[in-house]
């Protein structure tokens, strides 16, 4: 078995993440497909709230990613620190925009049904 010390390598990693990265993304966007189509379609309306009840289903998965994407980054900043390798700090600084662009979403998504 590769130890996790094989795959810090800048050229293993990126030939692994190359490999990975379209079925990922396939999954990923059908799974994205789903979810929005069960909680904008077939989630039933609510009683008090109407069609504005769905809003959640958008608003607070987008919340949530962000901030667990915002703990990944800080936790890879604090390996940098420790371990001084020269992949951390760059993986950590391109989280940066992956988190912003759903809290983004969510904070656009609440603003506009919030009216």
């Known amino acids: 078995m590769k130890t996790w010390s ?14 990975m990265a379209t079925p ?15 909680g904008l379609v077939v989630a039933p309306t609510d009683a008090q709230q109407g ?6 289903f958008i608003h607070v998965p987008a919340a949530w990613m962000s901030m667990w994407i ?8 604090g390996v940098a ?14 989280r940066a925009i992956r988190g912003l662009q759903p809290h983004l979403v969510g904070k656009l998504q609440g603003h506009t049904a919030g009216k």
């Not at 915002?70 to 900043?77: D, E, L, N, P």
């Open 6 to 19: 094989y795959f810090s390598s800048p050229p293993t990693f990126y030939r692994l993440a190359g490999r």
């Open 24 to 38: 990922f993304f396939v999954i990923a966007a059908l799974l994205a497909v789903a979810g929005l189509y069960e």
């Open 51 to 56: 069609e504005v009840y769905r809003v959640i």
């Open 70 to 77: 915002y703990f990944v980054m800080a936790c890879y900043g």
């Open 81 to 94: 620190l420790v371990k001084m390798h020269c992949n951390y700090p760059g993986v950590s600084s391109k």
